[in-house]
């Protein structure tokens, strides 16, 4: 069964403290890796796209990496803005249309 | 630079009223869709749109309806509200096939509903 788990559920850091939230997936062939930020009241908002293991995408203090078991959304230095849950999501290549989604990570930093 | 506009943003049903949560965007996307959100689980597809007049079914269909009668908006109705569809939902749109092709998907900014 295609799954995707995201860990940890939640996480406190401190402002400047870098750290790593995990996606690990499991599907039968992986058309694509999606990393979403959403903050609270609000749709998720588009940050990445990973196709293949050993691929790696930056924005600003966040860096995403693939494996091809699982994701890490890096987070460097983060500031309080940074704050929001972060989704993570597949696409398998014998699934049209569907997405498989994960719970999400919690993310707060204090200033 | 609308996007994807959702309304109602939040909406209180009593048990077996019918209502319909509209959708519209403004990017010519091919792709529309409808998600659900509850606490502790992924976002869940409820149905999806590949262009006018084309509709299917996603992972969690029962309870709802969908039309598409043009490229811009993608109601969805719920036709007999039940406590079990208190949820946040979402209306998403991509460019082409959407996720069929990995393609971005875009989403509106929610609708909170409660069936009491």
């Known amino acids: 069964e295609d799954q995707v788990t995201q860990s940890p559920e939640a996480l406190r850091l401190q402002e400047g403290e870098s750290s790593s939230l995990n996606c690990s997936y499991t599907?039968?062939?992986?058309?694509?890796l999606f990393w979403y930020r959403q903050d609270p009241g609000k749709g998720p908002e588009f940050l990445f796209t990973?196709?293949?293991?050993?691929e790696e995408k930056e924005k600003e203090r966040l860096k995403a990496t693939l494996t091809k078991k699982e994701s890490f959304l890096h987070i460097t230095a983060p500031k309080p803005e940074d704050s929001a849950t972060y989704l993570c999501?597949?696409?398998?290549?014998?699934?049209?249309?569907?997405?498989?989604w994960g719970a999400g990570t919690k993310l707060i930093i204090k200033p | 630079n609308a996007g994807v506009t959702q309304t109602p943003k939040f909406q209180v049903l009593k048990t077996g009223q019918s209502m319909t949560l509209q959708c519209a965007q403004d990017?010519?996307?091919?792709?529309m869709s409808w998600y659900r959100q509850d606490p502790g689980m992924g976002l869940r597809l409820i149905h999806y749109?590949?262009?006018?007049?084309?509709?299917d079914q996603g992972e969690v269909p029962n309870g709802y309806n969908v039309s598409r009668s043009t490229t811009e908006d993608f109601p969805l109705r719920l036709l007999s509200a039940a406590p079990s569809q208190t949820s946040v939902y979402f209306c998403?749109?991509?460019?082409?096939?959407?996720?069929?092709?990995?393609?971005?998907?875009?989403f509106g900014e929610g609708s909170w509903l409660t069936v009491v």
């Open positions: 599907v039968s062939g992986l058309r694509g």
């Open positions: 990973l196709y293949s293991a050993g």
């Open positions: 999501a597949v696409q398998a290549m014998d699934s049209n249309y569907q997405l498989i």
């Open positions: 990017m010519n996307h091919e792709y």
């Open positions: 749109s590949v262009g006018a007049g084309i509709t």
């Open positions: 998403a749109s991509s460019y082409g096939s959407g996720p069929r092709s990995g393609n971005t998907i875009y």
